[in-house]
Nanobody
């Protein structure tokens, strides 16, 4: 069982920055795990922001998210991150980390990001 755990959410003013962190509770990221960040705003569907492959660090972004969001991982800390800058009110959402391992996707509980205008 893989249990992603997110942290780093909170309240931030519009224009500010925030970095979210994802780790695996009681375990580690391994090999070709694919880590993804998603978000779900109130009344909207969950949408993917970016993905990163653990072993080689290759990254992909949803086009609409490119530019203000950066996904990266720290191999030695065993954490994946999502750095967000230029935050807007409409970025308010619950942000989720997921880990795809052996064709199974595991989800974290999410962390709330609230951007005040």
């Amino acid at each position: 069982q893989v249990q992603p755990v997110e942290s780093g959410g909170g309240l931030v003013q519009a224009g500010g920055s925030l970095t979210l962190s994802c780790s695996v509770s009681g375990g580690t990221f391994v090999g070709d795990d694919m880590v993804a960040w998603y978000r779900q705003a109130p009344g909207k569907e969950r949408e993917v922001i970016a993905t990163i492959t653990w072993d080689d660090g290759s990254r992909h972004y949803t086009d609409s998210m490119r530019g203000r969001f950066t996904i990266y991982r720290n191999y030695h800390e065993n954490r994946a991150f999502l750095h967000m800058n230029g935050l807007k009110f409409e970025d308010t959402a619950i942000y989720y980390c997921s880990v795809k391992r052996d064709s199974v996707v595991y989800w974290g509980q999410g962390t709330q990001v609230t951007v005040s205008s």
